[in-house]
């Protein structure tokens, strides 16, 4: 599988712009505060998706013409609206709005296809049903470049509607469906170890009937080969992206107080200055 | 869809057959109006009688296995890339398991899925309470954007199924009664999703029945007639969006007035409808006639109808005795 450098550079670059966008929501949120630790986990897995992946244009008449997305796990929203205003669909001012009163933009994502959000998610354990609808309808369509992408979280894997959703989409031969799996090995109030054991993801969604794949999540090459990767077998595939939480400033990285929590001022800069100037 | 379908002869057809085996003669009618229609069932084609429906139309009907959650979650998908949609299975699974799904998808995110819940009330009375549903009205009632219709018998099945397809929101239809469902139109009639309608027009006591309580109630009103009673008799069919103005009329001219339905007497048609009577200056009273948040040992559908007081008998008793005391 050839990967253009180019790509690479560039899925890099919104990656760094993304997480400014994360951490810049997030200040401004102040008081409120907000889900930093797993929106900077995905911020290279939604940076391939959106910068270079994924068949997403601003023009609202593709709006039926698009791949769709789901963030199942719903609350790592920054991410999304970050990645939407690099796409140019949210404007800069709007993004100032998060979380504020009358804002479009909440604490988990709510529907605007106009903006790109394709769903309300947040209830975990909900997306990959949505997608699994998605698919169907594709292939109903005969659309058969369209593709469906879902980010799932370690900690949604508890809920039982993830298991009857990963029963069905092979079930259905959804070769056009792809999970990731955001695997930071935490959830709300201490590790997946501590609040309830998923050991052995990979092989358990291998055993429903996916093409399942184990990769480094902030390792762009690996993401970009494993998501362009076309198997032929009718399955859908499962990516199972190792990351870290709160990944990309020190003080954050695999500290679970960032699951929830303000950003001040001062570490608002800190978290600017060591993510480097641009 | 094609006139032909609601003949004398096919109304008959539906009363002997019961509510769900309707629902799967109408959907091979349906598809014809519907040529994208997608019927999903969470392993229940047989019970929902759609047997022929999968055998004809495999390309319309996926099912998803015993998994309702999944079930709306597919139901919405497919609705949002322009499919019309109608998802079935057994009332509490169709509604409680899956709640949470119908909020977001459904209601919060305003997707138009026609779902239809199998068999609720009391019909299956002898399997328990697992199977009956007496809650699904209430639950469903406080989630936003959802229409909610109950029935009055087979044909209205089909109109319901109708309607909620050509809606913008998402319907719950619920089925009650078994076979040999008790007909109350015998000709085609104008349906439409919050307009109740008028059955017998009578004087002081107004009674609003929905599902099988409508037809209880008109052989009630043949025992009420003989003790110089005639209530009027209003078919109730939608629960949500309520028919306000029908309320408010029956608030001006009416002494008492009785609620019928096949649930809980919270949460549902007679709740809906204090709702409504509880804003106005002048106060009616209320006979509140259903189950009596209860779950109660078992028995044929006879058997618990008659535990409840929602047979014919019992409901003339019922509003003879509270018409006498006011």
Avoid at chain 1, 37 to 48: C, D, F, N, R
Avoid at chain 2, 212 to 236: D, G, Q
Wanted: charged content about 25%; glycine content about 8%; proline content about 2%.
């Amino acid at each position: 599988m050839d990967i253009n450098l180019t790509d690479i550079e560039k899925v890099k670059k919104f990656s760094k712009n993304l997480r400014k966008k994360i951490l810049l929501m997030a200040y401004t949120a102040g008081s409120s505060a907000a889900h930093i630790g797993g929106a900077l986990s995905i911020a290279e897995i939604m940076s391939v998706l959106y910068g270079a992946l994924m068949n997403f244009k601003k023009n609202p008449k593709e709006i039926d013409a698009r791949d769709r997305f789901i963030l199942s796990k719903g609350h790592a929203c920054l991410a999304l609206y970050g990645s939407l205003n690099l796409k140019g669909m949210i404007s800069d001012e709007e993004l100032l709005t998060f979380e504020k009163k009358d804002s479009s933009l909440l604490g988990h994502p709510v529907i605007s296809q106009e903006k790109g959000i394709e769903f309300s998610n947040g209830s975990l354990g909900m997306g990959l049903s949505l997608g699994i609808g998605t698919a169907i309808g594709f292939k109903k369509k005969n659309e058969i470049k369209r593709k469906v992408y879902v980010i799932i979280g370690d900690g949604e894997c508890n809920e039982g509607s993830i298991w009857e959703s990963a029963m069905a989409a092979p079930n259905f031969n959804l070769d056009n469906i792809v999970v990731i799996l955001d695997k930071n090995n935490f959830q709300q109030t201490g590790t997946n170890n501590e609040i309830m054991r998923n050991d052995s993801l990979k092989s358990k969604w291998e055993n429903f009937g996916w093409n399942c794949y184990e990769i480094d999540g902030h390792d762009v090459n690996q993401l970009l080969k494993v998501l362009k990767l076309n198997e032929n077998n009718n399955k859908p595939k499962f990516v199972l992206a190792n990351t870290i939480k709160g990944k990309g400033i020190d003080f954050t990285e695999n500290d679970n107080k960032w699951h929830h929590t303000i950003l001040t001022k001062s570490m608002y800069e800190e978290a600017l200055k060591q993510l480097g100037d641009e | 869809m094609n006139k032909n379908f609601f003949k004398d002869s096919n109304l008959k057809t539906f009363s002997r057959i019961g509510s769900r085996a309707t629902f799967g003669m109408a959907s091979l009618e349906l598809i014809k109006d519907y040529p994208n229609l997608n019927i999903i069932t969470a392993d229940v084609s047989t019970s929902a009688g759609l047997d022929k429906f999968k055998k004809n139309y495999p390309e319309n009907y996926i099912d998803v296995g015993i998994a309702e959650q999944n079930m709306i979650g597919i139901a919405t998908g497919l609705a949002n890339e322009g499919f019309p949609v109608i998802t079935t299975t057994f009332a509490p699974f169709q509604t409680m398991r899956c709640c949470e799904q119908i909020k977001v998808n459904l209601g919060y995110m305003k997707k138009n899925v026609t779902m239809v819940g199998l068999a609720s009330g009391l019909v299956l009375g002898t399997l328990g309470y697992t199977h009956c549903c007496i809650e699904d009205i209430g639950v469903l009632r406080s989630i936003p954007n959802i229409n909610i219709i109950s029935p009055a018998d087979c044909f209205e099945t089909i109109k319901a199924v109708q309607s909620s397809l050509e809606n913008k929101l998402s319907t719950y239809i619920r089925l009650t009664g078994g076979a040999n469902n008790q007909q109350v139109y015998f000709k085609d009639y104008k349906f439409q999703i919050g307009k109740s309608i008028l059955i017998n027009k009578g004087k002081n006591v107004t009674i609003f029945a929905n599902g099988t309580m409508v037809h209880e109630s008109l052989i009630a009103l043949k025992i009420l007639k003989k003790k110089n009673i005639n209530p009027t008799i209003i078919n109730m069919h939608t629960i949500k969006p309520i028919d306000e103005k029908a309320i408010l009329l029956a608030c001006k001219n009416s002494k008492l007035i009785v609620t019928i339905e096949e649930h809980n007497v919270i949460g549902g048609l007679g709740s809906a409808v204090a709702e409504i009577i509880s804003r106005q200056k002048k106060q009616v009273k209320q006979l509140f006639i259903g189950i009596n948040d209860e779950y109660s040992k078992g028995g044929t559908y006879d058997d618990l109808k008659e535990k409840f007081g929602l047979n014919f008998k019992k409901i003339a008793l019922k509003i003879r005795k509270s018409y006498e005391q006011l």
